[in-house]
């Protein structure tokens, strides 16, 4: 792939990710409203909402320090860091020899901790409770990202998420498995953990005693508020990203073809747009859980995903 093929690949993944965030958050919202037989705000909702806040100015505590202002720009970049880590609509991607998954856990863990690190700089005393609360459930969901992700690569031999998905392309129909439905479920349980979705945490809530997410950002306004919803947005798609090109990794092209670009992202869209439904369904089919359940779906996640590797391990043994 040469160098203007390359940038185009990148510029496509960007507009791609940043296009989307915004509508698998109002697809989520859209899907838990119907369920709750409410008419809910409109599916473009986010993105009036983020065009708003990046009219307006920050307002920040007096004792907020240059922490608080650098963090929803640093926890943005972290993320958008990410991106060409995961092969999105073409194999080989570009750039994902240049780190792999675990590469990917480290960068969700720096947005997760300069967020934590700019609620405990504002001097807000819910922005100390919810960095309390969002560092204890990282120290469960990253040891068991890593998990799922030796869990993913174990039959491709590789952690890199590019190989992955191509061994699956690959693979075909073989490529279904009882070790890959494990690590599946584990992960879509992980991904409900690191998102902040329910039954982990609500995100329309400002109930002190359940927020997570919502009590760290509550000192933020204008353009740093636009910034933190967008991430949230951005890390859903990203985590989303991982899950299709595991789970679901056939559609993704092998070659450079414009009809068959076109018609992997198509693909890819409508697999977005499926993933937003999915976890829509989720949580309108749970309620909040206490804090420290957390730890049982952590848990939950951990057992599938050792249960996936071994299961690999004994298939590669047998055959």
């Known amino acids: 792939m040469d160098w203007f093929a390359t ?27 119907r369920s709750q037989r409410r008419r809910g705000p409109p599916l473009l909702q986010p993105y009036r909402e983020l065009g708003k806040l990046l009219h307006k100015e920050g307002i920040y505590s007096e004792t907020a320090s240059w922490v608080t202002r650098m963090a929803p720009w640093v926890s ?28 990917l856990v480290g960068l969700l863990a720096l947005s997760r901790f300069v967020t934590a690190l700019a609620a405990l700089d504002a001097g807000s ?4 409770m919810g960095s309390t609360r969002e560092m204890w459930m990282g120290a469960f969901a990253e040891p068991v990202f890593l998990l799922v992700i030796f869990a993913f690569g174990a039959p491709a031999g590789s952690t890199q998420a590019g190989v992955i998905a191509l061994h699956g392309v690959a693979a075909g129909g073989g490529y279904v498995s009882a070790p890959l439905l494990l690590a599946v479920v584990a ?13 982990v945490d609500n995100p329309s809530t400002h109930l002190e005693l359940t927020m997570v997410h919502e009590a760290m950002v509550l000192e933020y306004s204008g353009r740093d508020l636009a910034l933190i ?38 693909l890819l869209l409508a697999k977005l747009v499926g993933a937003g439904l999915l976890v829509g369904g989720l949580e309108s ?13 952590a848990t939950f996640a951990a057992v599938l995903a050792l249960g996936a590797i071994a299961l690999n391990y004994l298939v590669a043994a047998g055959a």
């Open 285 to 297: 089919r749970v309620a909040k859980w206490r804090l420290f359940r957390v730890a049982d779906l």
């Open 7 to 33: 940038f185009a690949v990148l510029l496509t993944e960007y507009l791609l990710v940043l296009g989307v965030a915004p509508l698998l958050l109002g697809i989520v919202q859209r899907v838990k409203a």
């Open 76 to 103: 943005f970049a972290a993320l958008l860091a990410a991106v060409p880590l995961i092969p999105w609509f073409v194999l080989p991607a570009p750039l994902t020899g240049a780190g792999d998954l675990i590469v």
């Open 187 to 199: 992960y879509i349980a992980l991904l409900l953990v690191e998102t902040g979705r329910l039954p």
């Open 125 to 128: 005393t819910f922005g100390g």
């Open 229 to 266: 919803e967008w991430g949230r947005g951005v890390k859903l798609t990203l985590l989303v990203g991982v899950l299709i090109a595991f789970a679901v990794p056939w559609g993704i092209s092998t070659s450079l073809g414009i009809l068959l670009i076109g018609s992997a992202v198509a």
